[in-house]
């Protein structure tokens, strides 16, 4: 049996080129560019938290050397 009379799932076709959907998609795909880029593109929350209390821990190691000597 063959693929021919199965449904596509999940497959979005693409907006005409020139459309006003197809400006919007553009422009979302390029904020996402800039934004991975920098950096900031695929991490979750987990990885931001983590970086959070690794620089609150640093703060306070560095405030605690300061005022034991």
Same mark, same amino acid.
């Given at each position: 049996?063959? %693929? %021919?009379?199965?449904? &596509?799932?999940? &497959? ?10 197809? &400006?919007?998609? =553009? ?5 996402h /560019?800039? =934004? /991975?880029? *920098?950096?900031?593109? @695929?991490?979750?929350?987990? *990885?931001?938290? @983590?970086?959070? /209390? ?6 306070? /190691?560095?405030?605690?050397?300061a005022?034991? *000597?």
């Amino acid at each position: 049996m063959g %693929s %021919s009379g199965m449904k &596509r799932k999940g &497959r979005k076709h693409q907006p005409k080129v020139g459309t006003k959907p197809e &400006r919007e998609y =553009a422009l979302h795909q390029e904020q996402h /560019a800039v =934004a /991975a880029n *920098f950096g900031v593109g @695929a991490k979750g929350w987990v *990885f931001w938290t @983590a970086i959070v /209390a690794v620089v609150v821990l640093v703060f306070f /190691a560095i405030l605690g050397m300061a005022l034991w *000597f």
